[in-house]
């Protein structure tokens, strides 16, 4: 029996789901193929989150190829490119929801204006929603699953003389607001930051506008589609042995000899793949040599190098500058050491602010601390709100694989299958895990939402929770050295109800137990 404040309600029945991304649209169908009722609310006209047509840039694809960035019981399409384009993401989704059912569910045009818990003896959440007409309705619902993602808030910096910039006829957008290049024609443009977004904005933007210049605070480690023209990324950095290259703060196995006698080894690898990209890309000559070195920043800035970004920078299309934007000036970017950067058009691709405006401020303030970190146990559960979660509070290389056995998980726990700690063991293994990441890996803090470069370790902590094999094939020299492959994980739910099944069914002598097919 679950413990603490989210312990099973008898009864539950209604499930309410925020965002139809891709954490809302596998939570949908992991509930629905349990029984329960689902509402999912969507203020985009159609699912997809971040890939939806309201927020797509010229150029955005995946970082990941589509292999491993796939469902494990829906595979993308065979036709798709390695790194599927934005487009095709987004049908991929849509595919998905019609394919398990989720579609009718969805309530597109619909923005969650508030959410609060309910005091009657039911408990759980009312819901209030608006749809596009501004008309709200109230929904009651036993669990709160909030999966608006990681992206869901743009974020542009405040910064002075924005109205005198856009008044003169100067245009500030973020970078899921430019959606054509060819409304930078001929303009000059600033682009501010270094992720892929800015990237990927600044290359397209080359094609149009008359000069692209990108401001930077500092400088990150790209990583190519193939190392050497042709080692597969995923072969890098996709497979359990790339992750035992960095120290996980409980290292076992083959981890504790990696980090111990064979130190001095790891050390020369990443040495070495810092001297690929350092060449391989010019990184010296056109001051973007991250000061970090690649292993200690491997985390959620990381990031693959857009497609001819360092082409245009060593041609000169490019122009890269250092610096903090300050404030805007008559035509330009003032950046803090006074430099100016002409510009008719600033695109910030300055991130995004993760929250969710719909919840009350004392739930709110549970669900975060002071240091505006998540306190969400396993990246799910706040310990101490009851029948409230985030699913796709995870950020990893594999989103996809991570939501889904998340999402199972949750749904596991709603049905009381498992135990989960009390609340003070909770909120103690939040802070010792924030506490090392601060310490060990700040730039894998991301406001605690992002489990990379240990994924793998996560998706495990999951299954062991839920009793289920952290090997998913017979083979596990392969599986270790091989890049992630999402359809190992494909038959958990199955996995799971045999698992049960074998509990409760008696063993007669001689007689061997029922085992479920799937």
Same mark, same amino acid.
Not at 156 to 163: F, N
Not at 341 to 348: G, H
Not at 460 to 473: H, I, M, V, Y
């Given at each position: 029996?679950?413990?603490?404040?989210?312990?099973?309600?008898?009864?539950?029945?209604?499930?309410?789901?925020?965002?139809?991304?891709?954490?809302?649209?596998?939570?949908?169908?992991?509930?629905?193929? =349990?029984?329960?009722?689902?509402?999912?609310?969507?203020?985009?006209?159609?699912?997809?989150?971040?890939?939806?047509?309201?927020?797509?840039?010229?150029?955005?694809?995946?970082?990941?190829?589509?292999?491993?960035?796939?469902?494990?019981?829906?595979?993308?399409?065979?036709?798709?490119?390695?790194? !599927? /384009?934005?487009?095709?993401?987004?049908?991929?989704?849509?595919?998905?929801?019609?394919?398990? +059912?989720?579609?009718?569910?969805?309530? %597109? &045009?619909?923005?969650?204006?508030?959410?609060?818990?309910?005091?009657?003896?039911?408990?759980?959440? &009312?819901?209030?929603?608006?749809?596009?007409?501004?008309?709200?309705?109230?929904?009651?619902?036993?669990?709160? $699953?909030?999966? #608006?993602?990681?992206?869901?808030?743009?974020?542009?910096?405040?910064?002075?003389?924005?109205?005198?910039? @856009?008044?003169?006829? +100067?245009?500030?957008?973020?970078?899921?607001?430019?959606?054509?290049?060819? =409304?930078?024609?001929?303009?000059? $443009?600033?682009? $501010?930051?270094?992720?892929?977004?800015?990237?990927?904005?600044?290359?397209?933007?080359?094609?149009?506008?008359?000069?692209?210049?990108?401001?930077?605070?500092?400088?990150?480690?790209? *990583?190519?589609?193939?190392?050497?023209?042709?080692?597969?990324?995923?072969? $890098?950095?996709?497979?359990?042995?790339?992750?035992?290259?960095?120290?996980?703060?409980?290292? =076992?196995?083959?981890?504790?000899?990696?980090?111990?006698?064979?130190?001095?080894?790891?050390?020369?690898?990443?040495?070495?793949?810092?001297?690929?990209? &350092?060449?391989?890309?010019?990184?010296?000559?056109?001051? %973007?040599?991250?000061?970090?070195?690649?292993?200690?920043?491997?985390?959620?800035?990381?990031?693959?190098?857009?497609?001819?970004?360092?082409?245009?920078?060593?041609?000169?299309?490019?122009?890269?500058?250092?610096?903090?934007?300050?404030?805007?000036?008559?035509?330009?970017? =003032?950046?803090?050491?006074?430099?100016?950067?002409?510009?008719?058009?600033?695109?910030?691709?300055?991130?995004?602010?993760? /929250?969710?405006?719909?919840?009350?401020?004392?739930?709110?303030?549970?669900?975060?601390?002071?240091? +505006?970190?998540?306190?969400?146990?396993?990246?799910?559960?706040?310990?101490?709100?009851?029948? %409230?979660?985030?699913?796709?509070?995870?950020?990893?290389?594999?989103?996809?694989?991570?939501? @889904?056995?998340?999402?199972?998980?949750?749904?596991?726990?709603?049905?009381?299958?498992?135990?989960? !700690?009390?609340?003070?063991?909770?909120? &103690?293994?939040?802070?010792?895990?924030?506490?090392?990441?601060?310490?060990?890996?700040?730039?894998?803090?991301? #406001?605690?939402?992002?489990?990379?470069?240990?994924?793998?370790?996560?998706?495990?902590? %999951?299954?062991?929770?839920? +009793?289920?094999?952290?090997?998913?094939?017979? #083979?596990?020299?392969?599986?270790? *050295? *091989?890049?992630?492959?999402?359809?190992?994980?494909?038959?958990?739910?199955?996995?799971?109800?045999?698992?049960?099944?074998?509990?409760?069914?008696?063993?007669?002598?001689?007689?061997?137990?029922?085992?479920?097919?799937?």
């Amino acid at each position: 029996m679950a413990t603490g404040t989210h312990a099973r309600v008898t009864a539950m029945e209604r499930i309410g789901i925020v965002g139809a991304g891709l954490s809302g649209l596998v939570t949908a169908k992991t509930f629905l193929e =349990e029984g329960f009722g689902v509402t999912v609310f969507e203020t985009e006209d159609e699912v997809g989150g971040v890939w939806a047509r309201s927020r797509r840039y010229p150029g955005l694809a995946t970082q990941n190829p589509r292999d491993t960035y796939a469902f494990s019981d829906f595979p993308m399409p065979a036709s798709y490119p390695d790194w !599927p /384009g934005g487009e095709q993401v987004q049908a991929y989704l849509a595919a998905y929801a019609d394919r398990f +059912g989720v579609t009718p569910h969805v309530r %597109l &045009r619909t923005r969650v204006t508030r959410a609060e818990p309910r005091t009657d003896a039911r408990a759980g959440w &009312r819901v209030t929603a608006a749809a596009a007409d501004g008309r709200e309705e109230a929904h009651d619902v036993d669990w709160l $699953v909030v999966c #608006n993602g990681v992206f869901s808030e743009p974020f542009i910096p405040d910064l002075p003389g924005r109205a005198e910039f @856009e008044a003169a006829g +100067g245009r500030v957008l973020h970078t899921t607001q430019l959606h054509d290049a060819a =409304e930078v024609t001929g303009k000059r $443009v600033a682009v $501010v930051g270094y992720a892929k977004s800015a990237a990927d904005v600044a290359c397209a933007a080359v094609e149009t506008a008359r000069e692209v210049t990108l401001v930077f605070r500092r400088a990150l480690w790209k *990583m190519p589609k193939y190392f050497f023209g042709r080692v597969h990324l995923k072969y $890098v950095l996709a497979t359990r042995f790339s992750e035992a290259l960095f120290r996980w703060r409980h290292p =076992e196995g083959v981890e504790r000899v990696l980090h111990s006698a064979g130190k001095p080894l790891v050390w020369l690898l990443w040495r070495g793949i810092e001297r690929t990209l &350092r060449r391989s890309f010019a990184l010296d000559a056109h001051g %973007l040599t991250p000061e970090a070195p690649i292993d200690r920043m491997v985390g959620c800035t990381l990031s693959l190098a857009s497609g001819g970004f360092f082409d245009h920078v060593r041609s000169g299309r490019l122009r890269v500058q250092r610096g903090e934007p300050a404030r805007f000036a008559d035509g330009a970017i =003032e950046l803090g050491d006074g430099t100016r950067v002409e510009a008719d058009v600033v695109v910030f691709g300055t991130g995004f602010q993760q /929250g969710a405006a719909f919840l009350p401020e004392w739930v709110a303030e549970r669900v975060r601390g002071e240091d +505006g970190n998540f306190r969400l146990y396993r990246s799910i559960l706040p310990p101490d709100v009851p029948r %409230l979660a985030f699913i796709g509070y995870n950020s990893s290389l594999y989103s996809q694989l991570t939501s @889904e056995i998340g999402a199972r998980w949750l749904v596991e726990h709603a049905r009381g299958r498992f135990e989960i !700690p009390s609340q003070a063991e909770m909120r &103690r293994r939040i802070e010792e895990r924030l506490a090392w990441l601060k310490a060990e890996r700040p730039d894998s803090v991301m #406001n605690g939402i992002c489990v990379i470069p240990f994924n793998f370790h996560h998706i495990n902590e %999951l299954l062991r929770d839920l +009793g289920a094999r952290t090997w998913r094939s017979r #083979n596990r020299l392969h599986e270790y *050295m *091989m890049p992630v492959d999402p359809s190992l994980y494909a038959g958990l739910r199955a996995e799971l109800q045999d698992r049960r099944l074998r509990r409760a069914t008696p063993r007669e002598p001689g007689v061997a137990r029922p085992t479920s097919v799937g």
